[in-house]
């Protein structure tokens, strides 16, 4: 009868442990948008984290005006970082063409774990000497994934 209650005891005490035990749920980043998905993730835990480009490009019109100015070279930067000179020449576009595109500078932002990002644009119109002949300014809120700019005359 002992055997029999101790059997019994250990039998509950099992079945309570195991029934007792819940498996923990893999945290992290559920946003397949996000840089550091994860897609064994069951809870999103807030850790996302997104980056972002920016295109730089112009159309037929602004390369007209541009030579008729004398203006060869457009020098581009993004928070005061230079990201590149286009050379005014070699290409122009009907719309916006994609980030990384040929001929064009394209500028890469990490957002941290925000889906945009503030950034200060400023772009020189230089001649064949390298003077700059016009400037442009402009604070753009970017977005996930691939921005544009079209640059103006």
């Known amino acids: 009868m002992k055997k029999t209650n101790l059997l019994l005891m250990s039998l509950i005490l099992l079945g309570l442990t195991v029934s007792g035990c819940k498996k923990e749920k ?7 948008s996000a840089t550091n998905y994860n897609s064994s993730a069951e809870e999103d835990d807030g850790s996302c984290t997104y980056k972002g480009s920016l295109v730089f490009w112009w159309k037929q019109a602004v390369s007209d005006s541009c030579a008729a100015h004398g203006v060869v070279n457009i020098k581009v930067y993004t928070d005061g970082t230079f990201q590149g000179t286009l ?3 070699t290409q ?3 719309s916006a063409p994609g ?4 001929s ?12 945009t990002k503030s950034t ?5 119109f230089l001649d064949g000497s390298g003077t700059t002949i016009a400037t442009g300014n402009e604070t753009r809120t970017l977005n996930v994934d691939c921005n544009n700019y079209e640059l103006t005359w």
């Open 120 to 124: 200060n644009i400023h772009y020189d």
């Open 99 to 102: 980030c990384g595109a040929s």
């Open 104 to 115: 064009t500078v394209t500028a890469s932002f990490n957002f941290g774990t925000s889906k």
């Open 26 to 32: 893999v945290k992290g980043c559920t946003i397949s």
């Open 92 to 94: 122009s576009w009907a």
């Open 87 to 89: 050379p005014i020449s």
